[in-house]
């Protein structure tokens, strides 16, 4: 079984910090890609930000502000936010795109999400 557990959610003012983290465990053999969704109150998931061994993106509404980076060592991946807006108040979903063993396929993961509010 695998597991993403998210943490580092929480109440902040508009304009403050946040750093979420996103703990992958149990039976994994590699991880191809790692990302950052969120979902406002009504309103589809999005994607906020994402890393493979290649590189990174992020959507344009968090270029400049957030910034995603991972500890391979550790199967941890993180979500530094600055420069919070009301805007980014959401649940904040960490996906992993991993393989179990070396024969088996890539597989999806989602965490339980953690909440973000920003208030103005």
């Known amino acids: 079984q695998v597991q993403l557990v998210e943490s580092g959610g929480g109440l902040v003012q508009a304009g403050g910090s946040l750093t979420l983290s996103c703990a992958a465990s149990?039976?994994?053999?590699?991880?191809?890609?790692m990302a950052w969704y969120r979902q406002a109150p009504g309103k589809q998931r999005e994607l906020v930000a994402g890393i493979t061994s290649g590189g990174t993106t992020s959507a344009d509404f968090v270029k400049g502000r957030f910034t995603i980076y991972r500890n391979n060592t550790r199967n941890t991946v993180y979500l530094q936010m600055n420069s919070l807006k009301p805007e980014d108040t959401g649940v904040y979903y960490c996906n992993g795109d991993l393989r179990t063993s070396y024969s088996g396929s890539r597989e999806n993961y989602w965490g339980q999400g953690t909440q973000v509010t920003v208030s103005s």
């Open positions: 149990g039976r994994i053999f590699s991880i191809s890609a």
